[in-house]
Structure formats: structure tokens, C-alpha cells
């Protein structure tokens, strides 16, 4: 019986620090790809501001003195 507690005890034990570990992982790919969000997010904004700067610029002939 007292072999079973143990065995039982290091399985449990086993068990929790997987679960950590794989929410810990969990948490990191998150943020992950939170950030590669934001930065999808920023290269599209500065897409359209180049897009819409080149747009209105064409109506407005400049001079290149």
C-alpha cells in the first residue's frame, strides 16, 4: 500500500508540473501571437497611410525646384 501512495504521489506530481509547464508554454504562444497581431496590424496601417499619401499626392502636382 505504501508503495501505491507513492507511486500515486510522484504520477500526481508528474502530472501537475506537465500542466504547468504546458501553460506556461500556452501563456508564451499567446503573447506570441498577440505581438505578430500588432505588428500585422502596424504594416497594414502603414500600407494604406503610403497608399493614400501616393493617392492624394497625384492630384496635387508639386514643383521640383
Do not use: E, N
Amino acid at each position: 500500500m505504501t508503495v501505491l501512495a507513492i507511486l500515486l504521489f510522484i504520477i500526481g506530481t508528474l502530472l501537475i508540473l506537465v500542466g504547468a509547464l504546458l501553460i506556461l508554454i500556452g501563456t508564451f504562444l499567446i503573447a506570441l501571437g498577440v505581438i505578430l497581431i500588432f505588428m500585422g496590424l502596424a504594416l497594414i496601417a502603414i500600407g494604406v497611410f503610403l497608399l493614400i499619401k501616393r493617392f492624394l499626392g497625384r492630384d496635387r502636382p508639386r514643383s521640383h525646384s
